[in-house]
């Protein structure tokens, strides 16, 4: 069987070389577009099972072109994106409107090394081809046409006159961390559970999702305007404290340490005996070191491979709680579905599900350790 694959770009250049990538493949058949109503043509007449579409294009832009396919003519879309502030600002803004994933230009809107992404832009592809196709995102609108915060949300002000009011954390608390591991598809999923955490979370959530470097810190920037707890990108060594969500930086590691007796997040060099980075195999495992596993929650949400489901499941072995996401919302099903199979996880659930299992775990947990510290 072929499968029709549309490359879309403005520059001539991209088109051959995206072309001669894909066709390694003996069954890809690829067709090009040279801008966005080029693309809506061809769509009509040939059908493509997946669309790669360019971001930055004359005549009818990516993102214009991409609200035009998930509405007349829904399909896999993985955008090809400049890897700057900008290009991530335009990538989240596709993703939420239906794009599946996504691909970094290394140089900028023409890029002489395109090339040295032949394996990732074929895996995802094919990640795209077995991917669930999603409507559009809707975003709550609020006064003057304003994107509504989550009614549990705070502003970074109002977060930070609470936390005068309730003191320094309680350090003789016992401590606990949620660990989400995720890849393709993750940006939004997390922008439909993390927002639902409200701000009395009781534990500290870290985050590992693939992702370049350069994107990193928009996406956590994006999430704190979101989100009732706190998001910040994890850079030098950072104290995992109850209130905060934090996001590994991209092409690198996220490891739990402990500095002084505190819980600590660091960003550290990737580590190539791991295929995905940051690395959700490799944070968990770090986690287990610090925190006994019974005070660990993971969750493996939608993405490629299998990264973070052999440690998340030894968390459940050892006592610690574990979600995996469903079949029925993940983009793609392959980290999930891995962990169920290996036994590992204490609830499947669908996505919009996840955040209450998360509340009801943390905060049930948290009052059986007050209990038994007051016995004690």
Request: hydrophobic fraction near 40%; proline fraction near 8%; glycine fraction near 8%.
């Amino acid at each position: 069987m072929k499968y029709k694959i549309l490359v879309v770009d403005d520059s001539a250049l991209m088109r051959k070389y995206l072309r001669q990538m894909l066709e390694t493949q003996d069954d890809f058949e690829v067709h090009t577009a040279r801008d966005g109503e080029d693309a809506l043509r061809q769509i009509r007449e040939i059908d493509p099972d997946v669309v790669t579409l360019d971001i930055n294009m004359p005549v009818m832009d990516g993102l214009t072109c991409l609200s035009h396919i998930m509405t007349e003519f829904p399909r896999p879309v993985v955008m090809v994106s400049s890897l700057t502030e900008k290009g991530a600002l335009a990538t989240f803004e596709a993703l939420e409107l239906g794009a599946v994933d996504y691909l970094p230009k290394p140089d900028g809107t023409v890029s002489l090394r395109i090339k040295n992404l032949t394996d990732e832009l074929i895996a995802k592809v094919r990640a795209a081809l077995r991917a669930k196709q999603r409507p559009p995102r809707k975003t709550k609108m609020g006064p003057r046409g304003r994107p509504k915060r989550p009614a549990a949300g705070r502003t970074s002000r109002e977060r930070a006159a609470g936390a005068e009011e309730a003191g320094p954390p309680d350090r003789a608390a016992p401590e606990g961390l949620v660990l989400i591991g995720v890849s393709t598809g993750g940006p939004r999923t997390l922008e439909e559970i993390l927002p639902e955490l409200p701000a009395d979370f009781p534990l500290p959530v870290l985050v590992a999702q693939h992702m370049p470097g350069k994107f990193t810190r928009v996406f956590a920037e994006r999430l704190n305007r979101q989100c009732a707890l706190r998001v910040s990108e994890v850079g030098g060594p950072t104290p995992l404290e109850p209130g905060t969500v934090w996001i590994a930086r991209g092409d690198a590691d996220v490891v739990v340490s402990r500095r002084k007796d505190r819980l600590v997040g660091l960003s550290v060099p990737a580590d190539d005996r791991f295929l995905w980075h940051p690395s959700v195999e490799r944070m968990v495992r770090s986690a287990m070191d610090h925190v006994p596993p019974e005070h660990l929650i993971a969750v493996e949400l939608t993405g490629m491979g299998n990264d973070g489901a052999e440690a998340m499941a030894e968390v459940h072995r050892r006592g610690g709680r574990t979600v995996a996401e469903s079949e029925e919302t993940a983009v793609v099903f392959g980290m999930p579905r891995e962990l169920i199979e290996l036994g590992g996880a204490d609830a499947v659930l669908p996505a919009d599900r996840i955040a209450g299992q998360l509340v009801e775990w943390a905060h049930g947990d948290t009052r059986s350790k007050g209990r038994r510290a007051a016995r004690a």
